[in-house]
């Protein structure tokens, strides 16, 4: 068709950014070698934070953005979002982080800090289980009339080539460090532990300056999300049973009842870092790509806001807007 788009990776900025373009009138495709359960992105925590990722213009806009979906959808009934409670808390003094004001963050009072923490916010945000949510988003984008389709691109000229249309939405994550190619990209690679909760409502995470590992607790009903790592440079995608008790026991640490706490499932993704977002359009012959990659860790966060600025983007392209 000759408006159509087609979106590449299946991840939940590429879902977002196809659920948003079909429900604005455009014909839509989305091609990815990965069915979206299988995608860095149902590997997240999850939970509404903006981590890991610039411009910080940029990262606040969009941040309020997808603030407001996703506590909007906290109350669609199995879209896998709900709002929790929580704090993050710090071994060393520090400020309230700059988006403290959009969830109505307050310094936590000295009986709510754990043990070992100094300062903390408390403070109530939108807490995702991905495999759900990712599920939402291809229902919502079949319900708007797009595609989803299987299939490997090794390099975007590969996909130009099979695509000949108006647009193409270049969504590849750590990926597009070899489909670009773009260099600059470098994954970040990041495992938790899923394991039956024990009666835990509040999330939890450490939040402290320089840490050498993530410390985070994310109760997901029936389960809890337990974190992490973020070894920068490592591609490798396996679950490591050592890592995995590391991480049991730094959670259990901070909360002794998840010492024994039965292990459900580990998780793996590949954080797409990048010095900042790329946000831009790139001409191609007869084809515009518009690239939106380099989330890194707040590409829940990030979503709706980048799904919504480029389906603006590729409708004024398509002259379907004044």
Same mark, same amino acid.
């Given at each position: 068709?000759?408006?159509?788009?087609?979106?590449?990776?299946?991840?939940?900025?590429?879902?977002?950014?196809?659920?948003?373009?079909?429900?604005?009138?455009?014909d839509? +495709?989305?091609?990815?070698?990965?069915?979206?359960?299988?995608?860095?992105?149902?590997?997240?925590g999850?939970?509404?934070?903006?981590?890991?990722?610039r411009?910080a213009?940029l990262v606040?806009?969009?941040?309020?953005?997808?603030l407001d979906?996703?506590?909007g959808?906290?109350?669609?009934e199995d879209?896998?979002?709900?709002?929790?409670?929580?704090?993050?808390?710090?071994?060393?003094?520090?400020?309230?982080?700059?988006w403290?004001?959009?969830?109505?963050?307050?310094a936590?009072?000295?009986?709510?800090?754990m043990?070992?923490?100094?300062?903390?916010?408390?403070y109530?945000?939108?807490?995702?289980?991905?495999?759900?949510?990712l599920?939402?988003?291809?229902?919502?984008?079949?319900?708007?009339?797009?595609?989803?389709?299987?299939?490997?691109?090794?390099?975007?000229?590969d996909?130009?080539?099979?695509?000949?249309?108006?647009?193409?939405?270049?969504?590849?994550?750590?990926?597009?460090?070899?489909?670009?190619?773009?260099?600059?990209?470098?994954?970040?690679?990041?495992?938790?532990?899923?394991?039956?909760n024990?009666?835990i409502?509040?999330?939890?995470?450490?939040?402290?300056?320089?840490?050498?590992?993530?410390?985070?607790i994310?109760?997901?009903?029936?389960?809890?999300?337990l974190?992490?790592?973020?070894?920068?440079?490592s591609?490798d995608t396996?679950?490591?049973?050592?890592?995995?008790?590391?991480?049991?026991?730094?959670c259990?640490?901070?909360?002794?009842?998840?010492?024994g706490?039965?292990?459900? +499932?580990?998780r793996?993704?590949?954080?797409?870092?990048r010095?900042?977002?790329?946000? +831009? +359009?790139e001409?191609?012959?007869a084809?515009?790509?518009?690239?939106?990659?380099?989330?890194?860790g707040?590409?829940v966060?990030l979503?709706?806001?980048?799904g919504?600025e480029?389906?603006?983007?590729?409708?004024?392209?398509?002259?379907?807007?004044?």
């Open positions: 068709m000759a408006d159509s788009v087609v979106v590449i990776g299946a991840g939940v900025v590429g879902l977002t950014t196809a659920v948003c373009l079909a429900e604005r009138g455009v839509v +495709e989305v091609v990815s070698a990965r069915d979206p359960a299988a995608t860095t992105s149902a590997a997240a999850a939970m509404w934070d903006p981590y890991l990722v411009p213009a606040e806009r969009w941040s309020r953005v997808g979906a996703l506590t959808l906290s109350d669609v879209s896998g979002v709900r709002l929790a409670d929580g704090t993050q808390q710090s071994r060393t003094p520090c400020d309230l982080p700059a403290a004001p959009l969830v109505g963050a307050r936590c009072t000295p009986d709510e800090l043990p070992g923490f100094v300062t903390g916010w408390r109530r945000a939108p807490v995702v289980d991905m495999p759900r949510y599920a939402h988003l291809a229902r919502r984008l079949r319900a708007a009339g797009g595609r989803m389709r299987r299939r490997h691109y090794d390099t975007l000229a996909a130009l080539r099979a695509h000949p249309v108006p647009v193409v939405v270049n969504c590849t994550g750590a990926g597009a460090r070899c489909f670009v190619p773009d260099p600059s990209v470098v994954p970040v690679r990041g495992q938790l532990v899923v394991v039956e024990p009666g409502d509040d999330f939890f995470c450490d939040d402290t300056p320089g840490a050498d590992d993530l410390v985070y994310y109760p997901q009903g029936d389960t809890l999300v974190g992490g790592t973020a070894e920068r440079g591609w396996e679950p490591d049973g050592d890592t995995a008790r590391r991480i049991v026991g730094r259990a640490a901070i909360d002794p009842r998840l010492a706490a039965r292990v459900v +499932e580990c793996v993704g590949l954080r797409p870092a010095p900042e977002i790329r946000f +831009e +359009e001409r191609h012959g084809t515009t790509v518009v690239h939106s990659y380099g989330h890194g707040g590409g966060t979503s709706w806001g980048a919504g480029t389906a603006d983007r590729v409708r004024r392209l398509l002259s379907l807007t004044p």
